[in-house]
DNA sequence: GTCTATAAGATGATAGAC
DNA sequence: GTCTATCATCTTATAGAC
């Protein structure tokens, strides 16, 4: 039911090249001109598929989303060893990103130009954010209760704690142009939640 | 040796306002006219003051830097007890932006746009990032040699996951407009280094 | 230091032909 | 679906008067 919309030929190419170039610049520093260059069609061609920037966005805002939670398991009780893997698996977007040099997450840029952005992209950039709270609160608390992981505080605190971790170091890696910075930070939370 | 040269009146409101605006909405979604309308003066004045934006955003930095790395201790040797004074007063900064609801890290808001920034502003925010993670790296390193700290693994990772958390929180922060969101963020950090 | 005037270019967007 | 042509507006920036 979260499936996206099929999209032409073009229309695909726009919202990967437009992603693409979010990610590196922030939200602002895209233009129509520049997706007109890159694929070599006209600024017009590119209204006719995406009225208005913010259409454009929200697209790729809700493909990212798409992408990003489509490795999230379903929170079934299971054993530790389940909870364990679901963990890994809510990792694999991150690892993605985590070798774009000149990348960082798309919700994360655009939560750094939050007041300047058209009202449905702000909406969608809470939501994430609060989902991913939501799951995470829940993947720790049923896994810590099945013994897969081991931390003091409750289950939304260590959320909080590790969706910030992974959102600061997928930021700062960029600026650090260093794809091997988030290799030690992924095996420190490891470590915190399922310590020995 | 680090001061910033003292600015006439009006090049002391154009640093405030550029740098509100900007840990608001982004540096590319910041205009000459939006300063001047804030001000009540004309865009052509403010290139007096700055002749490129990027003077703006360089003083606007380091003006910034100099803030956030005001309250850092000199790291000497000293007891336990000092170790924990230093990492208080390191996040004295944070606790400051954690209050503001609507506001991020100036550092987290270019490196988000990285790719479109003006050289000298890149380099800023690289050793921005360079020089909070080698201050922490040596607070964590001889404050756990102190008996202040506990944890696994070496200082420059655990280093690494705390500017992390720090500037990912204040991110995400600012777009779910909770200004008690770090609360336990930063409760939860404490106990990592610092458990039972 | 601030203003008016002005410029060159970018930007998001529309109308209508092909 | 893509194009040409065109638009109003914004954006950074400069020259020169006050």
Redesign the pocket.
């Known amino acids: 039911m979260n499936e996206t919309k099929p999209?032409?030929?073009?229309?695909e190419a726009l919202t990967d090249t437009f992603m693409e170039l979010v990610m590196e610049r922030g939200y602002?520093?895209?233009?129509?001109?520049?997706l007109?260059k890159r694929l070599?069609?006209?600024?017009?061609?590119i209204?006719?598929?995406?009225?208005?920037?913010?259409?454009l966005g929200m697209t790729v805002l809700h493909r990212y989303q798409d992408g990003a939670f489509s490795t999230l398991e379903p929170l079934t009780p299971g054993d530790a060893q389940s909870y364990r893997d679901a963990f890994d698996n809510m990792l694999i977007p991150v690892r993605s990103l985590a070798k774009m040099q000149s990348a960082s997450c798309l919700v994360g840029v655009l939560g750094a130009e939050f007041a300047s952005l058209p009202d449905g992209l702000k909406a969608g950039v809470s939501q994430f954010f609060e989902t991913q709270q939501q799951y995470l609160t829940r993947l720790l608390s049923g896994g810590r209760d099945a013994g897969a992981f081991i931390f003091d505080g409750d289950a939304e605190a260590m959320a909080k704690v590790i969706a910030s971790t992974l959102q600061g170091a997928i930021l700062i890696k960029k600026s650090r142009g260093d794809v091997h910075y988030m290799d030690s930070i992924l095996d420190s939370l490891k470590a915190i939640i399922m310590p020995g």
């Open positions: 999209l032409g030929k073009t229309a602002n520093a895209v233009s129509y001109a520049d007109a070599g069609i006209r600024t017009a061609s209204h006719y598929h995406f009225p208005a920037k913010s259409d």
